[in-house]
């Protein structure tokens, strides 16, 4: 059963950039691919962007100018950088996998969900 | 960009009672909508996908309907595990875009 996990810094300084990696385990991330989505408190879901295992990328164009997502494969990571944050980024952060059921994987449906992290923009 | 957009806001409902919640697509998704529900201090989790299927694990008084622009989805007896957040997301366009939810509190 794939689980991801995502770490990284917590507190982030206005104008910083923001970085966290999600881990994948329970299965190699070749041929596979990650969303990251990020929620503010007691607001909605918010997606990010997306990226392939191959290093092809997808963004939402809201945040285009300021992401950059990567992977490397040799150690089942997936990464996400935020410039130029604000208050406004301040949220809890998700990386998520693609729905797969026993015989057929779905770009774009979200599952399994990491148990997300909070990252506060602050001075 | 797709706005979905969720009705009612909150339902307020007695366990063993019926829910059922909508979601609207600004223009046309075709089937390929999905629920999510959200309980407090959790990530999402996905219950039905391409509008009417549901995920592995699911319980079967979980099902989804509609196509094109309106969608339902119906929890025909709630139980009091299924108080939570609900959310519809759309993969027909990008960006990929989900609604504002519908929570669904005990009476």
């Known amino acids: 059963q794939v689980q991801l996990q995502e770490s990284g810094s917590g507190l982030v300084k206005p104008s910083e950039t923001l970085s966290l990696t999600c881990t994948v385990s329970g299965d190699s991330i070749n041929s596979y691919y990650c969303s990251w989505i990020r929620q503010p408190a007691g607001k909605g879901l918010e997606w990010i962007g997306r990226?392939?295992?191959?290093?092809?990328?997808n963004y939402n164009p809201s945040l285009k100018s300021r992401v950059t997502m990567s992977v490397d494969t040799s150690k089942n990571q997936f990464s996400l950088k935020l410039s130029s944050v604000t208050a406004a980024d301040t949220a809890v952060y998700y990386c998520?996998?693609?729905?797969?059921?026993?015989?057929?994987?779905?770009?774009?449906?979200?599952?399994?969900w990491g148990q997300g992290i909070l990252v506060t923009v602050s001075s | 960009e797709i706005v979905l957009t969720q009705s009612p806001a909150t339902l307020s409902l007695s366990p063993g009672e019926r829910a059922t919640l909508s979601c609207r697509a600004s223009?046309?998704?075709?089937?390929?909508l999905a629920w999510y529900q959200q309980k407090p201090g959790q990530a999402p989790r996905l219950l039905i996908y391409?509008?009417?299927n549901r995920a592995t694990g699911i319980p079967a008084r979980f099902s989804g309907g509609g196509s094109e622009t309106e969608f339902t989805l119906s929890i025909s007896s709630l139980e009091p595990e299924d108080f939570a957040v609900y959310y519809c997301q759309q993969r027909s366009n990008w960006p990929l875009t989900f609604g504002g939810g519908t929570k669904v509190e005990i009476k």
């Open positions: 391409d509008a009417s």
């Open positions: 990226i392939y295992t191959g290093g092809r990328t």
């Open positions: 998520v996998g693609r729905y797969c059921d026993s015989t057929t994987c779905f770009d774009n449906w979200f599952d399994p």
């Open positions: 223009q046309s998704v075709s089937s390929y």
